[in-house]
């Protein structure tokens, strides 16, 4: 028996509206965001630092200048970097 996590599913409706579909947003990243999904595409891209992604159950090592496209639903993830010790904090946009 395995005990899946809980996946939280980010709605369009929170960030997108028909006037605008698209939302842009720049952020310093941890690991403080639960698994979750959206109804929408994400693109992230790795503008700072370096770090790990943790995507469905495996961590990836990613630095600047990284690029991810998650297709909406399905791919249950941890969307959050951490930082290694003593290096720059990692920013996504």
């Known amino acids: 028996?395995?005990?899946?996590?809980?996946?939280?599913?980010?709605?369009?409706?929170?960030?997108?509206?028909?006037?605008v579909p698209v939302f842009i947003n720049r952020v310093q990243e941890s690991f403080g965001m639960w698994h979750h999904d959206h109804e929408?595409?994400?693109?992230?891209?790795?503008?700072?630092?370096?770090?790990?992604q943790y995507i469905e159950g495996q961590f990836l090592p990613v630095a600047k200048g990284d690029l991810f496209f998650f297709a909406d639903r399905g791919v249950a993830r941890v969307s959050a970097f951490a930082c290694r010790a003593g290096r720059r904090p990692l920013d996504r946009v």
């Open 40 to 52: 929408f595409v994400e693109i992230n891209y790795v503008s700072e630092g370096t770090g790990f």
């Open 1 to 19: 028996m395995s005990i899946k996590p809980f996946v939280f599913t980010t709605t369009a409706a929170e960030f997108l509206s028909p006037e």
